[in-house]
């Protein structure tokens, strides 16, 4: 068995042991970061079944995984880092789902893009939840207005993203991100990544956002 194989399993055992400890309704669902690896140390995960896969460059994502989906149909691919709109109309192509819509211009030039495509992509709004000037996504107080603008323009917001600050409690922010998302009767939650995937889930992260665990460093 390849080791992204074992890696992945042994995460699902973990999440799937939270998951009754804590009686959570389901389990997340797992997207494997597979930014900056070729499509051969992803392809053991896709023969083993998994089609959740989450990339962060819309030209390498398109280059490398528009063969693999053509042959492949139950793939997902999540576009999970910072979309410029340039990129947008290459991005609605490959993507099923966007994670990181935060602002208005982004999202009337997807919702163009998928109308002209005749495809329906899902949006995640990346909400800034740690008030970090470096940090993409939109603002907390801002969070109503681009939430009700993207309904405007037809965007199947499913939910919200975070990228929590680092060195500091995550667990006090993903519990302030379950508020948010329970305030816009929002389904799913994207957050956690390889190192606090487990805190995510407890509270009730529906994504995670999982590389170096499951593909190991990125050289």
Known sequence: MDHT??????????IDLNVINLKINKSPIIIAVSKTFGIEKIMPLIKYGHIHFGENKVQEAFEKWSSVKDKFLDLK????GKLQTNKVKLAVKIFDYIHSVDNA???????DEQFKLNKKIKIF??????????????KKNELLDLFDY????????????????????TEYYFKEMLELNKSLNLEELSMGMSADFLEATKNHATFLRIGSNIFGKRV
Do not use: Y
């Open 125 to 138: 709004l990346q909400v800034n939840i740690g008030d970090e000037l470096q940090k993409s996504g939109v």
């Open 105 to 111: 211009k982004l999202a009337k030039k997807i919702s």
């Open 150 to 169: 993207c309904k405007r323009i037809n965007l199947d917001v499913i939910g919200l993203m975070c990228i929590p600050p680092i060195n500091q409690n």
């Open 77 to 80: 691919l999540h576009m999970i």
């Open 5 to 14: 194989v074992q890696n992945l399993i042994n995460i699902k055992n973990n």
